[in-house]
């Protein structure tokens, strides 16, 4: 291998450390300690699985019931923009699995993944401020000059499609901010640094109630499908297949749908 590859791939693993430290791998010993598979259970398998901010929730909840129903398996998420996570991917980063909040990103990695499926599909709102203070109603309302709307970047998924369905009603909003995640969209109105923001349903729901969510109809909407794919740079190709496999079982599609996704 040459100096500047080893350089890249080394790169790269600095880059997906520094963003699993601060999240505990799902499976973790009664006492809080990380379980390394030193017990009775032996050796486990770790799977590194790079997520869309917008699974943060549902895949925490998705990721102890994988790790119940396959005990040698532990599965550790990182989770960050849709975007982000390509450039890791591109950058050699050391993970196992792969799941965007779109089918282009995922895409444009071919030459890196297995071949993707959709596990779920989601739909866009306006999210607003507890309780709706500024009464917005619709889209119309997000290009009045005296709101502030906080958007995700045009390179994120959910800034992407809340782009095609505002240029689709030929609107024009001028956001206080574009953020590098759909959550990160979400805090700003929650925090009230924005009076609304367009985000995901799910990301409502998930909000547990800190924010409001205003339906924007189904011919005005768009659809984000979120594919799942293995990384052909895993070690565990085996334990990694099976975890994109899982995602469609009815056990996992159940989680979804509690969560607020829709069928693929």
């Known amino acids: 291998m040459s100096t500047v590859m080893t350089k890249r ?3 790269a693993t600095l880059v997906v450390a520094a963003l699993l430290v601060p999240l505990a791998a799902c499976g973790s010993s009664a006492d809080g300690k990380e379980d390394n598979g030193s017990g009775q259970g032996g050796e486990k398998t770790e799977l590194t699985v790079l997520a869309a901010s917008s699974l943060t929730d549902v895949f925490k909840t998705a990721g102890a019931a994988y790790e119940k129903e396959h005990p040698g398996t532990e599965v550790t998420f990182s ?3 849709s ?3 390509a450039a890791q991917v591109k950058q050699g980063a050391p993970a196992d699995a792969l799941v965007t909040a779109d089918e282009k990103t995922m895409d444009g990695l071919r030459s890196d993944t ?3 499926t959709v596990i779920a599909k989601n739909r866009l709102v306006i999210a607003t401020g507890k309780g709706n203070p500024k009464n917005i109603k619709d889209l119309e309302d997000l290009a009045k000059s005296d709101l502030k709307v906080v958007l995700a970047a045009p390179e994120v998924p959910v800034g ?3 782009k095609q369905v505002l240029d689709q009603q030929d609107l024009t909003v001028k956001p206080v ?3 590098p995640n759909v959550r990160a969209v979400l805090s700003k109105v929650e925090l009230g640094e924005a009076d609304a923001g ?3 349903k799910t990301d409502v729901t998930a909000s547990g109630g800190k924010a409001d969510g205003v339906d924007i109809p189904t011919d005005r909407n768009a659809i984000a499908s979120y594919p799942a794919a293995t990384l052909k740079v895993s070690e565990h190709s085996d334990a990694a297949a099976e975890f994109v ?3 469609g079982s009815p056990e996992a599609q159940k989680i979804l749908r509690e969560a607020g996704f829709q069928k693929p």
């Open 9 to 11: 791939r080394t790169a």
């Open 79 to 81: 989770f960050a923009g």
């Open 83 to 85: 975007q982000e996570l």
């Open 114 to 116: 297995g071949t993707p």
């Open 160 to 162: 992407r499609y809340s």
């Open 177 to 179: 901010s574009q953020e």
């Open 198 to 200: 367009i985000v995901y």
């Open 245 to 247: 496999k899982w995602l």
